[in-house]
């Protein structure tokens, strides 16, 4: 669990249960109780490092075998620890304030990993995030707002810092401005008529300082869900700040390719992000 059982923060009571469905892809909806999951390689393999897995779903499901579990199997053969979090969707209706919930979620697993690392056998210097769609939306979320303080302290693990190490966004939403955004996305973490001011924090290149982590970015150039002007602007804001960042395009491959297993122009974009952790 992220939370101790009575100290959920934003957390009201509801008639909602969590749905679990499962099928070709595992999809988990109105998240009552958020937590991590923990797959570690064999001690013998272990490289010291970690990334947090955030699926996506547009912020209303958790593709959570796609874009979570999968992924972290696959780290595992890299001996880096796969920690998918299943983190609250804004919209539940056991939630007070919505649209920070995925953002309390994502600072305090960032947190509670570090608390965790020397029982995990990993660095706590070494944690890194990977998002997808919606996921990637907040995983560049926590690494351009990881120092603003959006729940109360808790217990010993909040007194660690929620910066990642590092990035990875595969074909993620960036921005919530009219010409780039995805719009399921938008409406589910804002509403139907957000304001400007949430808008403006939560297009998340606008946000990019000298200390946001070194990020590496994934997209497919025919995506019409998630718009690759997404990862161009995000890439931009590094680059203007000088953050160590680097951009994949694809010529093909749509939205939501995951591994990529069965598409070959793709599925060597887990290959470059293994690379490109080498550097960590």
């Known amino acids: 669990p992220l939370w101790p059982s009575d100290g959920v923060p934003n957390r009201i009571e509801s008639e ?4 679990i469905e499962k099928g070709a892809i595992q999809r988990i909806s109105l998240v009552q109780y958020p937590q991590i999951e923990v797959y570690l390689p064999s001690e013998a393999n272990s490289t010291g490092k970690a990334m947090l897995i955030f699926p996506g779903g547009g912020y209303q499901i958790l593709a959570y075998d796609w874009e ?13 620890a796969g920690i998918v979090v299943k983190y609250r969707l804004p919209t539940s209706k056991s939630l007070e304030n ?20 020397e029982t995990w056998n990993i660095s706590d210097e070494k944690i890194g995030i990977i998002g997808f769609s919606a996921g990637g939306h907040l995983a560049s979320t926590l690494g351009t707002h990881f120092e603003d303080e959006v729940y109360n302290y808790v217990d010993g693990a909040d007194l660690l810092s929620a910066r990642p190490d590092f990035m990875a966004l595969v074909y993620p939403v960036i921005s919530f401005s009219d010409s780039a955004t995805h719009s399921g ?11 400007s001011v949430n808008i403006t924090y939560f297009s998340n290149e606008l946000h990019v300082t000298e200390n946001t982590p070194p990020t590496v970015l994934f997209h497919a150039a025919d995506d019409e869900a998630v718009l690759p002007d997404n990862s161009l602007l995000f890439f931009k804001a590094l680059n203007e700040k000088r953050v160590p960042a680097e951009l994949h395009i694809y010529p093909e491959g749509g939205h939501g390719f995951s591994l990529a297993t069965k598409n070959r122009s793709l599925n060597r974009w887990t290959q470059h992000l293994y690379e490109w952790t080498l550097q960590f």
């Open 68 to 80: 979570g579990s999968d992924i972290a199997k696959f780290l595992n053969s890299k001996g880096i």
């Open 98 to 117: 919505n649209q920070i919930v995925p953002l309390q979620d994502a600072q305090r697993a960032m947190r509670l990993t570090r608390y965790m690392a």
């Open 16 to 19: 909602e249960k969590e749905i």
């Open 185 to 195: 996305s938008k409406k589910a973490l804002l509403g139907d008529e957000p304001d």
